[in-house]
């Protein structure tokens, strides 16, 4: 027969009183079906800690000997993190550029670059002139009057270019001097044909250079004198006849004279080119596409369908 709790209390006697602070933990054996039992734990007795007393001699010598340890893991090279490596290259770039030396260099440097841009603008046609003689002409007439008008007007002061190029100490057409009559004949003796009436009459003045100068999209005549080497430099020899690249547009676009089609003045279809194909034909001569540009102020036209 099974007893109660209040018999087996009896049965072991009265219990020992608890100790202050002494922790009680509850044994878990409620969990095989039997009362869970009170468990008493008495409290760890403190172990003494021994004092130990250095002379002062023997503590100098071991924060000494600390002192030279922790020199020795201080001195330890690690491999720098890419972080800290960019740390270092900003933190001496920083102290290059306040440097007398280095700030020396960069006057120098900028010296040299207005120096390089003077002489460059002193080789530049910056107004109209009074045209070509007319014994070499072999267009009908004189049809570039409206360039040198263009380019003895001033910048718009609605072109949002305007400021750029005068930040910048730039002109909105920069074009150079033309070549000899005798130069190009050699230049169409090599290429086999002769040039287009318009074409070679603007060589002849100009030769070549950017028209509607600006930070990005600027539009390159190019000198006729360099029509092979752009062929084999930029171009690498893509480009092939019938069509004769004169006028570059940047991002491998291009205008190219058309050899294969001739009007009845002589002279050649503009076609835009880009990566080996032809997109489409944009006027019907050089002039006509230079006027055309003139008028829209830059605006490239041949993008429209």
């Known amino acids: 027969m099974a007893k109660s709790q209040a018999e087996s209390n009896a049965e072991r ?54 002192r030279v340890k922790r020199q020795r893991v201080l001195d330890v090279v690690l491999p720098l993190s890419t972080s800290a490596r960019m740390a270092e290259a900003a933190r001496a770039s920083v102290w290059a550029i ?7 260099q ?9 120096a390089a841009e003077e002489a460059r603008t002193e080789t530049l046609v910056l107004t109209g002139r009074g045209g070509i003689p007319e014994e070499l002409r072999r267009g009908s007439r004189d049809q570039f009057t409206f360039l040198r008008e263009e380019l003895d007007r001033g910048d718009d002061d609605d072109d949002p270019h305007t400021l750029w190029r005068r930040a ?35 060589s002849l003045e100009w030769g070549g250079g950017l028209l509607y ?28 006849r ?22 009845r003045g002589g002279e050649r279809p503009i076609v835009w080119w880009f990566a080996g194909d032809v997109k489409k034909r944009v006027a019907e001569s050089f002039v006509a596409w230079l006027r055309r540009l003139v ?6 036209f041949w993008w429209a369908p």
């Open 98 to 104: 306040s440097s007398e030396k280095t700030t020396n």
């Open 168 to 202: 910048h100490r730039r002109r909105r057409h920069e074009l150079i001097p033309g070549p000899t009559a005798a130069e190009i004949e050699r230049l169409e003796e090599r290429i086999g044909f002769d040039l287009p009436p318009s074409f070679w009459d603007f």
């Open 242 to 263: 019938p069509y004769l690249p004169v006028v570059d547009l940047g991002c491998g676009d291009y205008l190219a004279l058309d050899l294969s089609k001739e009007s």
């Open 13 to 66: 006697g009265p219990s020992r009183p608890e100790p202050a602070g002494a922790p009680r933990v509850r044994s878990s054996t409620h969990a095989r079906g039997r009362p869970p039992v009170d468990l008493e734990l008495a409290p760890a007795a403190p172990v003494p800690v021994p004092q130990l007393t250095l002379s002062p001699g023997v503590t100098v010598a071991l924060e000494a000997s600390s």
């Open 106 to 114: 960069f006057e120098a440097a900028e010296a040299a670059a207005d």
């Open 213 to 240: 100068v600006q930070e990005f999209g600027t539009i390159r005549v190019i000198p006729a004198l360099e029509i092979m080497s752009e062929v084999r430099g930029p171009l690498c020899n893509r480009m092939v």
């Open 295 to 300: 008028e829209l102020n830059g605006q490239p």
